[in-house]
T-cell receptor
């Protein structure tokens, strides 16, 4: 069965410090992974997806099939990065399986 | 990406009653889904809303409790029936366009059952 694990429910970093939000997955097929973000009082929205290999708002994420990980990284955290982050796996039928989320707080 | 309008945004309901949540997409989408997000937990898929036919429910969710309609490619409803306090949650609808687009979400409906 597919599974997405985000081990940290809460993560606090100081402004300007590097940040890494961890995500591990379990899936027997070819994985397609995403990071979604939910800012306070806003809807859930896509941050980035692994197939695009892009950097959005300074965030990057590399799919590591050997370690079955898709960690989200940013070298210098900003206050506006404070939000809830969800790692998600798209599987057969185009359904998404979401991790439990990590609440990131960037301390000024 | 498309925009989903979901309503109501929140409601407080008496136990034993039913609430219907609506989602309207501003363009045609291939697939629509309904999720539940209970306090402190992640999103759990309730069902896939199929256009013109019965929804496909995930394990633990049944049509009698969560009837879903999808009369066309831009609109879907989820009804939470015979509510109990355990149904208090955020309900989200989601749309998915083509193979290479991401899923996008409505604003969510925060339901409190008293």
């Amino acid at each position: 069965a597919q599974r997405v694990t985000q081990p940290e429910k809460l993560l606090s970093v100081f402004k300007g410090a590097p940040v890494e939000l961890k995500c591990n997955y379990s899936y027997s097929g070819s994985p397609e992974l995403f990071w979604y973000v939910q800012y306070s009082r806003q809807r859930l929205q896509l941050l980035l997806r692994h197939i695009s290999r892009e950097s959005i708002k300074g965030f990057t994420a590399d799919l590591n099939k050997g370690e079955t990980s898709f960690h989200l990284k940013k070298p210098f955290a900003q206050e506006e990065d404070s939000a809830m982050y969800y790692c998600a796996l798209r599987y057969t039928g185009n359904q998404f399986y979401f991790g439990t989320g990590t609440s990131l707080t960037v301390i000024p | 990406s498309a925009v989903i309008s979901q309503k109501p945004s929140r409601d407080i309901c008496q136990r034993g009653t039913s609430l219907t949540i609506q989602c309207q997409v501003d363009s045609q989408v291939t697939m629509m889904f309904w999720y539940r997000q209970q306090p402190g937990q992640s999103l759990t898929l309730i069902a896939t809303a199929n256009q013109g036919s019965e929804a496909t429910y995930e394990s633990g969710f049944v049509i009698d409790k969560f009837p879903i309609s999808r009369p066309n490619l831009t609109f879907s409803t989820l009804t939470v029936s015979n509510m109990s306090p355990e149904d208090s949650s955020i309900y989200l609808c989601s749309g998915y366009g083509t193979e290479n687009t991401e899923a996008f979400f409505g604003q969510g409906t925060r339901l409190t059952v008293v």
